[in-house]
C-alpha cells in the first residue's frame, strides 16, 4: 500500500506546530495548515483530524493557550498562541529531531 505524503509528519505535528507559533505568532487552525503546506513547498500538508486533537492536547500539556479572535475575512476562530512552557517544549522537541536525522544521515551514509 503507497504512503501517502502526509506519513512524514507522524511524530513531527508538535515540532512543527510549536515552531510555526513561534515564528508566526498567533494563528488559527487553518493559518496553521496553510503556513506548514506554503513554507513546505507543498510537501507537508497537516490535515485537520490530526491537527485539532494534537491542539487540543498540547493546549492541555500547557505548551500552547488560545483565545478566540475575528479573523481578517470577519469570522471568529480560536487563535493558538506558543506559551512559555511551550518554547521549552519546543527545544526538547528539536533536539530530538536533530538526534533523529543525525542518526537517520549516519545509517544512509554507511549502506
Same mark, same amino acid.
Do not use: I
Given at each position: 500500500? *503507497?504512503?501517502? *505524503?502526509n506519513d512524514k509528519l507522524q511524530g513531527t505535528l508538535t515540532l512543527l506546530v510549536l515552531r510555526t507559533l513561534e515564528s508566526r505568532g498567533p494563528l488559527h487552525g487553518y493559518g496553521l495548515c496553510e503556513h506548514v503546506h506554503l513554507v513546505s513547498d507543498d510537501l507537508l500538508q497537516i490535515e485537520e483530524g490530526s491537527l485539532y486533537p494534537a491542539l487540543h492536547r498540547m493546549e492541555q500539556d500547557g505548551w500552547i493557550a488560545s483565545e478566540w479572535e475575528v479573523t481578517d475575512k470577519g469570522r471568529r476562530a480560536k487563535f493558538y498562541l506558543i506559551t512559555p512552557r511551550g518554547k521549552k517544549q519546543l527545544a526538547e522537541e528539536q533536539e530530538k529531531w536533530n538526534r533523529l536525522t543525525r542518526g537517520v544521515t549516519r545509517v544512509l551514509r554507511a549502506t
Open positions: 500500500m *503507497p504512503k501517502s *505524503p
